[in-house]
């Protein structure tokens, strides 16, 4: 079976874990800040702000805005599940815009379409890799004085217009297993904004700057250096990991992007995609699970990200906080949606096989 993604980590980070291990200092320490230099110098940030998971990074993003109960953010409806969470976690209300198809992520005209005066956030999410369409969500935010954090759990490195992601505002990061850096859990925040880097670090560490001086209620958000050492040695070569991913994606494309009804991703002008995650858009009336069904006997796993909108589960539904609008486009996104393999340790033979799966499946 060709799996939808593959953790394989090489000696380099055996040794560098190993050297922790020997250094007797295991939690948060002088390798965790290593990680967060290099991290934002990957993203072009000021600073970065490691914390111990994606979920995290979210929370503390919107923590540290101050927001009051009932302020809104506006996020996208078509994400994982953490992105609503952590909205709700910080105490703010959400209100979800609808997506476009060519990137999977927030449609700036619904963006505004949402705003009202209690709205103090928007919250695009980078899907798959491929950053938002930043520049009309900023001018957006600038003209109605709203604070911009990017969920970008699934595009380190990604770039829009030669500006790394996480930079048009805070940007949030997850180290998740199966993203396309990680620590197993761990997650990091990026910002250019001195102060707010401040007080991520003092809200990560129980609220405090000095030993036992609280400044605030904090929380324990800390990575540890265990925990970024598996990371570091996969900054190295983050450049060639991407590089492969885009060529696999490239491959895909070339070998299945002809087969009828079938919408595939790319890469949009102007953006750097990073292929996460490579999805495309089933036809109308073709049955899913079927598809998934038929790829796997024929060897070639696949992933549905995401079967439903993160609001459309009972959970959510009766709660006051959560704010209920229509999304057609990324209602019929989920319905369609099917992720294949597009990860670094693929082979080219195996990228022929998943391609040959798809046409063999979808009778092309
Ligand atoms: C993975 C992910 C998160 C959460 O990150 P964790 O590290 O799993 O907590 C948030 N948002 C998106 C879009 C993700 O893919």
Known sequence: MIPISTVRLGPEVE???????????IAQGPVVAELEQRFAELQGAKHAVAVNNGTTALVAAVEVLDLQPGDEVITSPFTFIATLNAILEAGATVRFGDIRTEDFALDPASVEARI?????????????????????????????????IEDAAQAHGARYHDQGVGTFGIGTFSFYATKNLTTGEGGIITTDDDEIADRLRVLRNQGMRQRYVYEVAGHNHRLTDLQAAVALPQLDSYDELVARRQ????????LIGDVDGLVLPRQLDGREHVWHQYTLLLPEGVDRDTVVEKLAAAGVGSGIYYPKLVFDYDVYRAREDVIIDDAPVAASVARRCLSIPVHQHLTDDEVRTVAAAVRQVLGA
């Not at 560098?16 to 200092?25: E, F, H, K, N, Q």
């Not at 103090?120 to 957006?140: F, R, T, W």
């Not at 060529?247 to 070339?254: C, F, I, P, R």
């Open 247 to 254: 060529q696999n994606a490239a491959l895909l494309t070339e």
């Open 15 to 25: 040794e560098r874990v190993l050297s922790v291990i020997r250094s007797g200092i």
């Open 116 to 148: 009202t005066p209690r709205t103090k956030v928007i919250m695009p999410v980078h899907l798959y890799g491929q950053s938002a369409d930043m520049a009309p969500l900023v001018e957006i935010a600038r003209r109605h004085g709203l604070k911009i």
